[in-house]
C-alpha cells in the first residue's frame, strides 16, 4: 500500500473539483454549451494575466507558446537578447537560432538572478535588437529574474519584452499591463493546478502589432488567426475540450482565493521550505533570488541524488524533482507551485529528512519540519 | 484554498482506484455481471475473515449488523454478557435491552480493557447467559479488548462469543475461525477505505444453529434468507450496488497487500502516533491495551478540545475525532486506519503541534513529528 504525493514543478496536483469537472461526458466543440466555458475562462485569463488584452490558449505545452511567440513576433535576421541561467533560458534560445534569428546570449550561473545592468548594457550596445527574452520563474534552477527592472529597459525601445511565466504566473506578481510585459506565457500544469496540455500566451498591443510585420513560418501556432476565433468564443483548430473544461473550473477557484492570498500562500510555502531545507544544513541552490515555484537545495556530497530522488518516489511516494544537465544527481528541487499546502511542506521535509537518514546522513528529525512550521503557521494566527 | 485531510477513525480516506471503481455507469444488480462482482468479493471477505463460513453484506450501517446479530441469535429472555466501556460497549447493551434480553453490564472504565478473570467469573456466576458480547477495537476509547482470551471462555459453552470488529477487521489480529469467534461484525467505512453504507458480518456454525432457534422479530435483517441469497451470489433485497463494486475493488487491494503487512502498517503508524503524541508530553487516552484503529489522547486542561477539533478542521484543514459523552471536549482520536500512510501521521502530529501552539501552549515544533519519524523510517530500512 503506497500513498503518492506529487511534490513536482509541474505536473502538479490536481484538485477534485477540476478532476471531476473533467470527468463529464465529453460535449462537441463548436457548441453554445461549449462557447459559453471557454468565455468564461478566456475573461477569467486576462484576471490571471492581469491584462486587458487577449489571453490565446493553444492545445500544446509551454514550449508550444514560447514557439508561437518568436514565429508569431519576428522575421528572419532579426536579434533578440536570450538571458540563459538554466535549461528555459536556454530554450528560448534554441528555438530563437532555429527560426534563424540572430541570438545574443547573456549567460548567467545556474542559481543567479540576471543583472539588470549587464542587460542595460547590452540593450544599448545593441540597438536594432527586437526581442528580450527571459524567465520571470527559471524553473530548472528555482530562480526568478527580476521582471519588473527588466520590463523598464524595453519600454521606450521597438524590443519585446517577452516573458516565460510558465512557473510564475498564479505563483508571484507578474502583472502584464502595469509592468508593461509584451508577452506572457504559461501552461496548465504547473499553477493552473491542470493536467499538461494547454498553454497560454498574452500579447501587448506592441506585439500585436510586431506580429503585423513576422515573416517567421508558422500553421498551428498561428496567434493572429486564433486572436480572430476567440473574438467568436472558439479556436482555430480543436481545442483541448475536456482541459478548458478544467481550465475553467481552476480559474474560478483562483479568482475566488485572489491574486493578493494567491502570492501569500506561495510565499509562505517558499519561505518554510527553504527556512526548512537550511535547518537541515543543506545548501539553497539559488539562495539570491529565489522563484517561490520551488526549493532547489544541493544534496550532501556522498549521497547520490538520482538515487535519492527515485527512493523517495519509488520507496516513500514521495516525488519530487532532481537537477538538469551539469546539476543531474545532485540537487532535489522541492515544489510548492498550484495546488499546495502547508502539509506538503510537511511532508516534503518530512521524506526528505528520512531519505537523508536511510543514505547515510546524520540528520535530527524534525528540524527541518520546525523551522517550517513556525512559518506555515502564520496562517492560523 | 484549503486542502482537507480526514484523519477520523471512520468515516476514512477513500482510494481513487476505488472512486472511480464507484464512478461507474451504474448496473443492474439481478444480473450475470454483478452476480460476477459479488461472486468474487464475497470470496474475499471470507478471506478478509479469515473463515470458511459465509460472511452476510448488508446495506446498512454496522449498527445494523450489531442488531442483526441480536436479533437473529437470540430469543426474548435470553441472557447476555456486555461488556460496557465505550460508546459502543454500551451500544451492544442498548440493542440486547431494546429486544427484551437480559443484559449482565461488564462496567470497564474508558480507556482500559476488560479484565478477562472478571468475565470468566461472570460467565461461571451465569450459566445461562446465551451471548458474551464485546468490541475487538472500542473506538470511542481507542482500547482493545483481549478478543483471543475471551474467546477460550466461550468455546465449550452453550454461548455465543460476539464481537464488533468495525474498527477492528483489516487494522488487527482477528481471526474468526482460529480464535473461536462467533459472530464477527465489521463496516465499509473503516479499513475497508470505502464510503459508509455497507455492514458485514459472519457467523460460526455455532451461531448459525443458534440462529434456528431465535424468536426475535425482524424482516430486513433476515441472515437465514440473506444467507439463502448468498449462495445464488444475490442479496435478499436491492444491494449497495456502487458499494459493492468498490468493496470488489479495495478487497483485491487488501489481499495484494496480504494480512501480514496489513497488519504491521497499522502497528507502525500507532506506535508512531503514540510516540508522536507522548513526546509532545501529552496523555494517552489507552496507555495499556491500545487499538491500533486510532490514538486518543487528553488536551492540556486549559485547551477546549471542542473548539481545538473545530479549529483544526475549519482552519487547518485536518480532521480528527474529538471525545464522547463525559470525554467530550477533554480528548483527541488522531486515526491511522484504512488508507493511511506514514505521512497522514506526519500530517496529523504537525496540525496537532501547530494547534497546541495556538492555543496557547508552549509546544516545541517537530518534536512529536521526529519522534514519529524514528517509527516510520521502519518502513524504509
Redesign the interface.
Known sequence: ???N?LLTPGPTPVPSEALLAM?QPMIHHRTPQFSAIFNEAKENLKWLFRTEEDVIMLAASGTGAMESAITNCFSKGDEVIVINGGKFGERWGQISEKFGLKVIWINVEWGEAVDVEIVKSCLEENPNVKGLLVQASETSTTVSHPIKELAELTKDRNTLFIVDGITAVGVMEVPMDEWGIDILITGSQKALMLPPGLAFIGLSKKAWEMAEDSNLPHYYFDLKKERKNLAKDTTAYTPAVTLIIGLNEVLK?MRE?GHE??VK?HDRLARAAKAGVQALGLKLLAPNSPSNCATGFFLPEEVDGKVFVK?LRD????AMAGGQDHLTGKIVRLAHIG?F????I??GL??I??GL??FGVNV????????A??I??EE??
Do not use: C, H, P, W
Open positions: 500500500m503506497m500513498k504525493y470527468a477557484q482565493e492570498n494567491i500562500r527512493t520507496e516513500f511516494g514521495v495546488y499546502s502547508n502539509y506538503d510537511v511532508i518530512s521524506a529528512e528520512m537518514r536511510k535530527e528529525f524534525g528540524k527541518g519540519v520546525a523551522a512550521q513556525e506555515l503557521i492560523y494566527m
